[in-house]
């Protein structure tokens, strides 16, 4: 038997929420296995199941994610991007960030991913990590370096797989902090911008190229982007020239992908709160394409932590749209609208982590290491539903199983 729950699919940077109704399927008694591939093998997207944590807040900050660092430096509430943050401190801003990029994440954090079972990392970096903008405040300096000890690391120690994502683009790609800075939304229809973000995707295939093990990534083109950022996460953040541009965008990457050294590097492509199927029919089937969608509840209309259950697994059995391309969740986490409570933690974790597995290719939760200190609705602030070592250290993530949550 099925019911019908609207669910909602809402951005972690604005919450703003789009609702579709789906049928839920009231029981399940397949479970879920996070299916690894070989050593040496590319990533099929098609089988690979991803359990997965992103590196979110390292290469790319946001003062959501650590408003004491960020209020150490400057006054949050005039400063709320990455890009008038390194405005504001000057020559100060590189010093600052290098030591944040050398503490925030190391190899211990891989160690303490790899005993609750993490096999795959979600890495967003600006383009500032890759390419050099005149005008662009954002930092150019070490990133690459950084990133190369964290991948390499995970990757011979653990067998983790990794996406390098472009979480930023030349000019901005949402109006959002996340997008290149709060107001700018220029990358669309601008050629300078185009042509500097596939001197970014160069520099990322370069990357792979030197490293030791090319066959563990994915490269990720865009994030959450909007040409219509008045309705970011709805139906009307993205019009028919907007989507048209992306496709093209995309379609360029994957050229270029499949003329470097590294032909069989997967794409990633986040569906801009769009679904899989709005962007499948533009791609031929054998394009080796992987799509990113986001579900949050933090937002999400009417969701109370304890009633979140059934959403998560209606929403879970409508990611896969019309299943021509492989669906990864490639951000969640445990926050819902109301009465969020620790108790509830738990099995919000272990729903999520069965249902993105079992319904489509795993995903991965934001973020490894999360210090926002935002009420929530209910027991506790944000770190206590966004931190995943913080929810290791509270028992709250254990090892997967073969129990089955939907």
């Given at each position: 038997?099925?019911?019908?729950i609207?669910t909602?699919?809402t951005?972690?940077?604005t919450?703003a929420?789009?609702?579709k109704a789906?049928a839920?399927t009231?029981?399940?008694?397949?479970?879920?296995?996070?299916t690894?591939?070989?050593v040496?093998?590319?990533?099929?997207?098609?089988t690979?199941i991803?359990?997965?944590?992103?590196?979110?807040?390292w290469?790319?900050?946001?003062?959501?994610?650590?408003?004491y660092?960020?209020?150490?430096?400057?006054n949050?509430?005039?400063?709320?991007?990455?890009w008038?943050?390194?405005?504001t401190?000057?020559?100060?801003c590189?010093?600052?960030?290098e030591?944040?990029?050398?503490t925030?994440?190391?190899?211990e954090?891989?160690?303490k991913?790899?005993?609750?079972g993490?096999n795959f990392?979600?890495?967003?970096?600006?383009?500032?990590?890759?390419?050099?903008?005149?005008?662009?405040?954002?930092?150019?300096?070490?990133?690459?370096?950084?990133?190369?000890?964290i991948?390499e690391?995970?990757?011979?120690?653990?067998?983790?797989?990794v996406?390098?994502?472009l979480?930023?683009l030349?000019?901005?790609?949402?109006?959002?902090?996340i997008?290149?800075?709060?107001?700018?939304?220029?990358?669309?229809?601008?050629?300078?911008n185009?042509d500097?973000?596939?001197?970014a995707?160069?520099a990322?295939l370069?990357?792979?190229?030197a490293?030791?093990?090319?066959?563990a990534?994915?490269?990720?083109?865009?994030?959450?982007?909007?040409?219509?950022?008045?309705g970011?996460?709805?139906?009307?953040?993205?019009?028919?020239?907007?989507?048209?541009?992306?496709v093209?965008?995309t379609?360029?990457?994957?050229?270029m992908?499949?003329?470097?050294t590294?032909p069989?590097v997967?794409?990633?492509?986040?569906?801009?709160?769009?679904?899989?199927?709005h962007?499948?029919?533009?791609?031929d089937?054998t394009?080796?394409?992987?799509?990113?969608?986001?579900i949050?509840?933090?937002?999400a209309?009417?969701?109370y932590s304890?009633?979140?259950?059934g959403?998560?697994?209606?929403q879970?059995?409508?990611?896969?749209?019309?299943?021509?391309f492989?669906?990864?969740i490639?951000?969640?986490?445990l926050?819902t609208l109301?009465n969020?409570?620790?108790?509830n933690?738990?099995?919000?974790?272990?729903t999520?982590?069965?249902a993105?597995s079992?319904?489509v290719?795993?995903?991965?939760?934001?973020?490894?290491?999360?210090?926002?200190t935002?009420?929530?609705?209910?027991?506790g602030?944000?770190?206590?539903?966004w931190?995943y070592?913080?929810?290791?250290?509270?028992?709250?993530?254990?090892?997967?199983t073969?129990?089955?949550?939907?």
């Amino acid at each position: 038997s099925s019911t019908v729950i609207t669910t909602a699919i809402t951005s972690s940077s604005t919450g703003a929420s789009t609702t579709k109704a789906v049928a839920v399927t009231a029981t399940s008694t397949v479970p879920a296995a996070v299916t690894s591939q070989a050593v040496g093998e590319y990533t099929d997207w098609t089988t690979f199941i991803s359990n997965g944590v992103n590196l979110g807040n390292w290469l790319e900050i946001e003062r959501s994610n650590d408003q004491y660092f960020w209020d150490s430096y400057v006054n949050g509430t005039e400063v709320t991007d990455e890009w008038h943050f390194c405005e504001t401190l000057g020559d100060q801003c590189g010093p600052v960030l290098e030591e944040h990029y050398s503490t925030y994440i190391t190899t211990e954090t891989i160690d303490k991913l790899a005993k609750v079972g993490v096999n795959f990392l979600r890495i967003p970096t600006t383009y500032a990590a890759w390419v050099v903008v005149p005008g662009s405040q954002l930092y150019h300096g070490s990133q690459q370096t950084r990133l190369r000890t964290i991948c390499e690391y995970a990757i011979a120690t653990h067998g983790m797989r990794v996406v390098v994502g472009l979480h930023s683009l030349p000019g901005g790609v949402n109006g959002l902090d996340i997008g290149e800075a709060a107001g700018h939304d220029g990358w669309f229809y601008n050629q300078t911008n185009l042509d500097y973000s596939y001197q970014a995707i160069s520099a990322v295939l370069e990357f792979i190229e030197a490293s030791a093990n090319p066959w563990a990534y994915t490269v990720g083109v865009i994030n959450e982007a909007s040409d219509n950022p008045m309705g970011f996460a709805t139906a009307a953040g993205m019009t028919q020239n907007g989507t048209n541009y992306i496709v093209d965008y995309t379609k360029t990457v994957m050229d270029m992908i499949s003329n470097s050294t590294t032909p069989k590097v997967p794409t990633m492509l986040q569906d801009c709160f769009l679904g899989e199927e709005h962007w499948s029919p533009y791609f031929d089937v054998t394009d080796n394409l992987v799509i990113d969608t986001h579900i949050y509840y933090f937002a999400a209309a009417g969701v109370y932590s304890g009633y979140a259950v059934g959403a998560i697994c209606g929403q879970a059995s409508a990611a896969p749209g019309d299943a021509k391309f492989p669906v990864f969740i490639g951000e969640w986490s445990l926050q819902t609208l109301y009465n969020n409570t620790y108790d509830n933690r738990e099995e919000l974790f272990n729903t999520q982590r069965y249902a993105w597995s079992h319904y489509v290719q795993g995903g991965a939760f934001w973020g490894a290491v999360f210090n926002g200190t935002d009420p929530v609705d209910g027991e506790g602030t944000q770190r206590d539903y966004w931190d995943y070592t913080g929810l290791i250290d509270a028992n709250v993530i254990h090892t997967m199983t073969n129990q089955t949550y939907c």
